[in-house]
């Protein structure tokens, strides 16, 4: 074989569960199928009450994660720079390149207007999103679609309960 059909191989079984193994430079490529996770939603929820204080003409305010947040959102989860990929938080253009995977979550965000929807339970996304070499990739079929309540509910049905969706509303959490 030569490198384009050894290239389009892996990039073919890349998506095999367990991934492959370049036969080239013998790394291991996989997509990862991502979703909300309760973390990540939890976060949004108190990111979303942060920027809603300081929102003007409907439109949310960059936050700046390192000095606009409370500590113990910062500590909640590491993930949720991917929240962007379904469109729930962007990123300010400012921010700096991703030299690091902590880089990914550094700089001035804000909360979406679809962000604000997903959570007050007005707005769908798609379940899931692929990942490969830590960045979104298109997939064939997304599949079906969730509401916030589904991350929650799935944390709820777990051994131990982490968030409550009523108490993060209520500012109880």
Not at 20 to 39: I, N
């Amino acid at each position: 074989m030569n490198l384009t059909e050894l290239r389009e191989v892996f990039h073919r079984d890349k998506w095999k569960k367990g991934g492959t193994t370049c036969l080239v430079c013998d790394k291991h490529g996989q997509v990862y199928r991502r979703r909300v996770s309760a973390p990540m939603a939890a976060w949004l929820v108190r990111f979303y009450r942060v920027s809603a204080q300081g929102s003007r003409n409907g439109q949310a305010p960059w936050i700046d994660l390192a000095r606009d947040t409370p500590d113990r959102m910062q500590n909640m989860t590491r993930d949720y720079s991917k929240l962007a990929w379904w469109g729930l938080i962007e990123a300010h253009p400012d921010n700096p390149r991703p030299t690091t995977k902590k880089a990914k979550s550094e700089g001035r965000w804000r909360c979406t207007h679809e962000g604000g929807l997903y959570v007050f339970r007005r707005h769908e996304i798609i379940r899931y999103k692929w990942e490969y070499n830590s960045e979104p990739v298109k997939n064939r079929d997304e599949g079906p679609t969730d509401t916030i309540d589904v991350p929650f509910q799935k944390q709820r049905d777990s051994a131990k309960v982490y968030f409550h969706y009523e108490k993060l509303m209520r500012g109880e959490w």
